[in-house]
Nanobody
Framework: QVQLVESGGGLGQPGGSLRLSCTPS????????MGWYRQAPGKQRELVAE???????NYADSVKGRFIISRDIAANAANLQMNNLKPEDTAVYYC???????????WGQGTQVTVSS
């Protein structure tokens, strides 16, 4: 069974940066789309950013210009660089990987990001 292993996250300060990484247990090119989602307390899970194998990267309006999603081929990882953090970025962040034709795909276990001074 394929697994997604997430790392990074933790406590960040407003205006600061954090970096999340997601490593699948098989070659990252097996997946059509790699994405990051987040869920804040009392809210629904929402898309943060996604990186399709073909096409443009897609970002939530709330993170455009601050977050960057990328693929690190050498490390077989999908990364989320989070800059200029805001308290409203506080949430559990989940990595998602979808093969061609899949709607839901595979989910990571989630990693907590807390932005506070």
């Amino acid at each position: 069974q394929v697994q997604l292993v997430e790392s990074g996250g933790g406590l960040g300060q407003p205006g600061g940066s954090l970096r999340l990484s997601c490593t699948p247990s098989e070659n990252i090119f097996a997946f059509d789309i790699m994405g990051w989602y987040r869920q804040a307390p009392g809210k629904q899970r929402e898309l943060v950013a996604e990186f399709p194998r073909v096409g443009s990267r897609n970002y939530a309006d709330s993170v455009k210009g601050r977050f960057i999603i990328s693929r690190d081929i050498a490390a077989n990882a999908a990364n989320l660089q989070m800059n200029n953090l805001k308290p409203e970025d506080t949430a559990v962040y989940y990595c998602n990987a979808r093969r061609p034709g899949e709607i839901d795909g595979i989910w990571g276990q989630g990693t907590q990001v807390t932005v506070s001074s």
